[in-house]
């Protein structure tokens, strides 16, 4: 297998010479997009558009007709694996995600399996080849899943939550509990990426979006630990070329080494943390991606152009960054203002930082 023609942000996770740095951005097909919200009504639900992978195709192919992104991301989401560990995934109008079967008792957990993805996340399997044959080598695809520690969020709590109180009284009164809904998931999500990679993706990432809500002793616990696990357990090249893996914890800026020691090709950021710092401490050891404030898209074209060099210069010159936002994208952003920032990350970083 070749690699796809734009490589520069397979070129730019592995450390290898870039002509411009590369961009892409999280949750970059979705509502802010008319288009997306048309196909989301002829799919029905969002979890409908989501388990038809036609349909997934099309969501996420979206954005790269509109913006000269450098990487596509599956159309999915993290929810659907512990969905097809049997939780019964659904979204309340307004509300977000919700479980109708959250983990609340002790039998429930000590039933709890990792799904066969090939058997019961075979949509995302199918979305992913189909994906795959529409790019028709012109850009790389990245899969991803939802860490361990972020999932149990989720299956605990029921739910998004504020303040994670049932997880969180679990993580302290039952971790024995949480230890086997973590160990059962680390083994869901490894398989999981596995067959994503076996179907087709060119990359992977996981989203650990709530790892930095966990005090300083219970992340590396209770989420790093359990991410190693699955680094460790990914298949490393697929049809002869490198499969690079990217970890990012929202709010973890402050454990950057521990996280790039896990064996990751790179570490995601989010904008708490100076890339040019955080670049300082890691050396060379992984890239770096990130890590615009989503809400900076808010201002005008010109200030947004502004805040993406000021970005690009705090990484510097060299290869090692893929820039993206330190968050997913708001519903609310112009579209326009997401042209003004990848128009201004290719042409500022092909003349400035002399990548
Ligand atoms: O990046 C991409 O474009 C790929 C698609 C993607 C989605 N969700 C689509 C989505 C990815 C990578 C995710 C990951 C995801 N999902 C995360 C981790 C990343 C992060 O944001 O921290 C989390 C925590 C979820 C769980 C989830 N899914 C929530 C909390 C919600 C509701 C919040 C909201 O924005 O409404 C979703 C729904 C969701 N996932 C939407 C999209 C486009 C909106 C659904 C809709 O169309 O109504």
């Given at each position: ?79 659907t694996v512990p969905d097809a560990m049997g939780l019964g995934l659904y979204f309340a109008e307004g509300e977000g995600p919700r479980f109708e079967r959250p ?12 799904p066969d993805p090939n058997v019961h996340l075979r949509y995302v399997m199918d979305a992913v080849a189909e994906i795959r044959r529409a790019l028709n080598h ?38 024995d509990l949480l230890h086997r809904i973590l160990d059962v998931t680390t083994t869901a999500v490894t398989d999981y990426l596995n067959a994503q990679i076996e ?157």
């Open positions: 297998m070749t690699r796809p023609t734009n490589d520069t942000f397979l070129r730019a996770l592995l450390r290898e010479p870039v002509e411009y740095t590369p961009i892409w951005l999280m949750r970059q097909a979705g509502r802010y997009l008319p288009e997306y919200n048309e196909t989301r009504r002829r799919a029905g639900s969002f979890l409908d558009l989501c388990k038809t992978p036609q349909l997934a195709c099309e969501a996420t192919l979206q954005p790269l007709a509109r913006f000269d992104l450098d990487a596509a991301i599956l159309f999915s989401d993290i929810l983990l609340r008792s002790e039998w429930e957990i000590r039933d709890l399996t990792a012109s850009l790389p695809l990245i899969g991803f899943s939802g860490s361990p520690w972020t999932l149990a969020c989720y299956m605990v709590e029921g739910g998004s939550s504020a303040d994670y109180r049932l997880v969180k009284t679990m993580l302290y009164d039952r971790p179907s087709g993706v060119q990359a992977v990432m996981i989203f650990d979006s709530w790892g930095g809500a966990l005090s300083h002793a219970a992340y590396r616990e209770f989420s790093l630990s359990y991410m190693e696990r699955i680094v460790a357990g990914l298949k490393k090249s697929h049809g002869g070329e490198r499969v690079p893996s990217i970890v990012f914890t929202k709010g973890g800026g402050q454990w950057l080494e521990a996280i790039a020691a896990i064996g990751c090709d790179a570490v995601g950021l989010d904008w708490t943390t100076d890339l040019g710092e955080a670049r300082q401490r890691i050396g060379h050891r992984v890239a770096l991606q990130g890590n615009l404030d989503p809400m900076a898209l808010f201002a005008s074209p010109q200030q947004v152009a502004a805040e993406a060099c000021r970005v690009l210069d705090s990484f510097g010159a060299g290869s090692g960054h893929v820039f993206n936002l330190g968050h997913g994208i708001s519903q609310f952003t112009p579209p326009e203002h997401v042209t003004a920032l990848v128009d201004a990350v290719h042409s500022h970083s092909r003349r400035g930082s002399g990548n």
